[in-house]
């Protein structure tokens, strides 16, 4: 999010605003990222 974005939210300017609004709604709807890949450079698990 730019400042001019930030600026309008706080300021209240509408299509800014809504846009903004539009973006952070979309990055709390997206799916949270996978487990991490594996490391190729870590030991192997010991067997228990």
Do not use: H, Q, Y
């Not at 999010?1 to 930030?6: F, I, L, R, S």
């Not at 709390?28 to 228990?48: K, Q, Y």
């Amino acid at each position: 999010m730019d400042g001019a974005t930030v600026t309008a939210l706080r300021e209240g300017t509408p299509a800014p605003a809504a846009e903004a609004r539009a973006i952070a709604a979309a990055l709390l709807a997206a799916a949270p990222p996978g487990p991490p890949p594996e490391d190729p450079c870590a030991a192997p698990a010991r067997p228990a």
